[in-house]
């Protein structure tokens, strides 16, 4: 079984978008102060945000959405290394499409395409359990959502604007109440009012 620190290098080497260490932190210490038993993860990449979800208790179930071919080929690999097929559900899929066991989730990870956290929000809100709470990642972006000028990509400025407006739509949700913490890439905290 690789370790966190093995998956970190291997996601490093193959330039494969991870939580950053204490956005992860904070993210497990969440779900274990929530006592979070059902976590929906949107974005699995090589899984190593689900194994480290799942390694925090055995009574966790993780179902987790991928899209991208090598990534689910990596994130399967990894979850049997880790001896959780049977506390990790792979979705292989988009996430905007695929159809998932109408279930409620104690927590929603997002951490999939930055340009798609609305849409995600939209469809998979109403899968969190009355007391659960959805985590947001990458709501700093590299500090690009404070800084926008700070980058010339015609394409990076409009993934920002999306960010940010995902920002303000928890900001003025009627439903939600979010708070965002300057943590790892920036993270929101959600839940219903």
Excluded at 39 to 63: M, N, P, Y
Aim: hydrophobic share 40%; charged share 25%.
């Amino acid at each position: 079984m690789k370790t966190q620190a093995e998956l970190k290098r291997f996601a490093t080497k193959h330039q494969v978008p991870v939580m950053m260490d204490d956005g992860l932190q904070f993210l497990l210490e969440t779900i274990m102060n929530q006592k979070g038993q059902r976590v929906l993860e949107i974005g699995t990449a090589i899984a190593k945000t689900a194994i480290a979800i799942a390694s925090l208790d055995d009574s966790i179930q993780v179902t987790t959405i991928e899209r991208d071919p090598e990534m689910i080929a990596q994130a399967k690999k990894n979850i049997k290394e880790a001896g959780l097929e049977e506390r990790i559900h792979l979705i292989e899929g988009d996430a905007n499409e695929v159809s998932i066991p109408s279930e409620k989730f104690d927590i929603i990870f997002i951490d999939a395409a930055k340009a798609q956290y609305q849409r995600f929000f939209a469809k998979y809100s109403p899968l969190l359990s009355e007391d659960g709470i959805i985590i947001s990642d990458n709501m700093s972006f590299h500090g690009l959502v404070e800084h926008p000028e700070n980058t010339k990509n015609r394409n990076t400025k409009h993934l920002v604007r999306k960010i940010a407006a995902y920002k303000d739509f928890l900001k003025n949700h009627s439903s939600f109440d979010t708070i965002f913490y300057s943590i790892g890439d920036g993270v929101a905290l959600t839940r219903r009012k």
